[in-house]
């Protein structure tokens, strides 16, 4: 018989499954979609037992479409979003409330807050974060303070908190385990990036009990095993977490300092493998946990583009320009380039470099002649100069240019957005075969947990290369592409 790890990528709008082999071949692809909740400007929430009921549901009809025996899994993997922060009750298991999802940005006050009392630079070289709502912490922070009985039940110990691969943990073990790994750990604003442990300062700054938090465990290990599951048998070792764009790192098999990828999805991140070495950003990007495997800490720049295919879905929701996010290649590529249309994608603030949380969408250059093509080719040309900001910072931050731009997530593959990140980069990008990446990652965490896989340079061997996408945009059209742009996001 053969075996699989099943790799769960809980993510923002959905949970996909996957079946993986040894030979890193997915067998079976599921994603079941949930709500979005937005109960205020500004907000966004989910259910998370909405989110469970994805997951069980993206179980289910994985197995029955592989036609195998749930028993032919011999471990899980968790990749999730990062900074979506739950609160539910160890008693019961029950959520205590929704999920505040990381696009949310409910506490910017409490962020302003802190900056204006000078706490930012000594936070930024303790976590490698900044104070921003994007991050768990001071949406913990919120909760407690909006609600003094929550706080009470908090520091009784009657509450759980964790972001959603300790929520999934939890309920996947029959609640035996309330652990995080060091990767979502690092994403809080809680943890110390050198000692890989809850932080008492921050713990104190953030006004967070201690007995609210999981334990912070390497990325690579036997967490628990499955327990009173209706989809999945007693026994199972969960045995593999890192968060999304860290699991995306390590299944690009960017094992090496200097490495680097983006992902595509909702957001868009870049990342770039830094080893053991701590890199603290001159210009705002976040210094972050890739990894941990036994007693080996990887550390990883990261740079966030908060909205990408986002721009996508509004430009089909929103807008009615066309009827699926994958038309939106076709309509871009039916004109010649923008026709002097920027669109700063900006619909929920902005990202690394510039960390402007006030800033909201921006579209320039509209003339009588401007058309639903110029718009959309508009969106994809932001999405990728948004990556561009990013990876000049980080090449000023490491001193050492990225030289080639691996890329994976669902809008990798559009093919025009893929070219034209080569030619604003001026620098080839690279597509694997297997886009699925972030699942990837968790799955070859969990087999190598359990010796499915024996050492990350199998992982290695089995990457394949699909397309590269060379520059072909002269410096004189990127540059002006480039001046607009920053122009434009200086109104946004």
């Known amino acids: 018989m053969d075996n699989y790890v099943l790799a769960i990528d809980q993510g923002t709008t959905g949970t996909t499954t996957l079946l993986i082999d040894r030979h890193l071949e997915i067998r079976t692809k599921i994603t079941v979609d949930f709500p979005q909740h937005y109960p205020k400007p500004g907000w966004v929430e989910h259910d998370p037992e909405e989110i469970w009921f994805s997951v069980c549901q993206a179980i289910r009809r994985v197995l029955q479409q592989a036609g ?3 028993r032919a899994v011999v471990a899980v993997g968790i990749t999730n979003q990062r900074e979506t922060t739950l609160l539910w009750e160890r008693a019961s298991g029950r959520p205590a409330g929704n999920a505040i999802v990381w696009q949310d940005r409910r506490s910017a006050d409490i962020c302003r807050e802190f900056r204006e009392r000078g706490l930012e630079p000594l936070v930024r ?15 913990l922070t919120w909760r407690l303070r ?3 009985a929550l706080r009470v039940r908090a520091e009784k110990g009657e509450l759980a908190f964790g972001t959603v691969d300790s929520f999934l943990v939890w309920r996947l073990t029959g609640g035996s385990s309330h652990v995080t790994d060091v990767s979502n750990a690092s994403r809080t604003l809680l943890m110390d990036l050198r000692t890989c442990d809850w932080d008492e300062d921050q713990l104190r700054l953030l006004e967070v009990p201690r007995a609210l938090l999981p334990r912070i465990r390497p990325s690579s290990e036997v ?12 026994g199972i070792p969960v045995a593999g977490m890192a968060g999304d764009q860290q699991a995306a790192l390590f299944g690009q098999t960017c094992f090496s300092p200097g490495e680097s990828k983006c992902t595509y999805g909702t957001g868009a991140f870049l990342l770039e493998n830094t080893g053991g070495e701590i890199v603290e950003s001159a210009h705002k990007l976040l210094t972050t946990v890739a990894w941990r495997i036994g007693d080996e800490t990887t550390y990883a720049l990261e740079g ?6 986002a721009a996508v879905q509004w430009l089909r929701d929103g807008l ?4 699926s996010s994958a038309d939106v290649e076709a309509l871009a590529a039916s004109v010649p380039d923008s026709d002097g249309v920027v669109f700063v994608p900006a619909l929920t603030g902005l990202g690394a470099p510039h960390w402007k949380s006030e800033a909201r969408g921006t579209i320039t ?16 040309e932001g999405i990728a100069l948004q990556i561009c900001d990013l990876a000049g910072a980080m090449d000023e931050d490491r001193g050492a240019p990225l030289a080639v731009l691996k890329v994976d997530g669902g809008a990798a593959r559009n093919d025009l957005l893929m070219q034209l990140q080569a030619d604003l980069l001026g620098r080839p990008v690279v597509r694997p075969q297997m886009v699925e990446t972030t699942a990837l990652g968790a799955a070859i965490l969990a087999g190598l947990a359990v010796g499915f896989w024996q050492s990350s ?12 996408f060379q520059p072909r945009m002269s410096a004189q059209q990127r540059n002006e592409l480039t001046e607009r742009w920053r122009e434009a996001v200086g109104k946004a």
């Open 125 to 139: 070289s303790r976590t490698g974060l900044l104070f921003d709502p994007y991050f768990a912490g001071t949406k």
């Open 223 to 234: 967490y628990g095993h499955t327990r009173g599951l209706e989809v999945l048998p007693d």
């Open 457 to 468: 340079r199998e992982a290695k061997a089995n990457w394949r290369e699909e397309r590269r």
């Open 68 to 70: 195998i025996a749930p």
């Open 365 to 380: 250059g509209i003339t009588r002649g401007t058309t639903a093509a110029h718009l959309a080719r508009a969106t994809l």
């Open 320 to 323: 009615g320009l066309f009827q």
């Open 304 to 309: 966030s583009a908060f909205i990408a295919g």
């Open 146 to 148: 909006q609600d003094p």
